[in-house]
C-alpha cells in the first residue's frame, strides 16, 4: 500500500522559510516523478515543483528562485525547501507520486496516482 505523509507546514512571515517533508511508503518504480501541488482557499489545485528519478527538477514560474525540490531515495523522501516566502505562498501543500517520468515538466494532478493528506503553509 502506497502512503504519503506530508510534514513541516506551519505559520512564518513574509520572508520567511519552511521545509515541507514527505515520507514516502509502498512505492517502487524504476521511472517515477513526484511532486509537490498547493491549493488555496477558493482557488484550484496547482502543481509547484517536480522532480524526475533522473534527478531533473521542473518549478512554476511563480516559485523557481525560491522553492527548491529534492528526494533522497534512500530514506524514501522528498523535500520542498521554500524560502522567501509571500503571503500569495498561503495554501494547503500536498505531495504526489507517479510512475513513469515527468517529461521535462509538472504533469497535470489528474496524471498522479498517489497523493499525501497535505500540510498547510501559512505566510502573513
Known amino acids: 500500500q502506497v502512503q504519503l505523509v506530508e510534514s513541516g507546514g506551519g505559520s512564518v512571515q513574509a520572508g520567511g522559510s519552511l521545509r515541507l517533508s514527505c515520507l514516502v511508503s509502498g512505492f517502487k518504480s524504476s521511472s517515477n516523478c513526484m511532486g509537490w501541488f498547493r491549493q488555496a482557499p477558493g482557488k484550484e489545485r496547482e502543481g509547484v515543483a517536480a522532480?524526475?528519478?533522473?534527478?531533473?527538477?521542473m518549478y512554476d514560474d511563480s516559485v523557481k528562485g525560491r522553492f527548491t525540490i529534492s528526494s533522497n531515495y534512500a530514506k524514501n523522501m522528498l523535500y520542498l525547501q521554500m524560502n522567501s516566502l509571500k503571503p500569495e505562498d498561503t495554501a494547503m501543500y500536498y505531495c504526489?507520486?507517479?510512475?513513469?517520468?515527468?517529461?521535462?515538466?509538472?504533469?497535470?494532478?489528474?496524471?498522479?496516482?498517489?497523493w499525501g493528506q497535505g500540510t498547510q503553509v501559512t505566510v502573513s
Open positions: 522532480i524526475d528519478s533522473d534527478g531533473s527538477t
Open positions: 504526489a507520486a507517479k510512475r513513469g517520468a515527468c517529461f521535462g515538466r509538472i504533469p497535470e494532478e489528474t496524471r498522479f496516482s498517489y
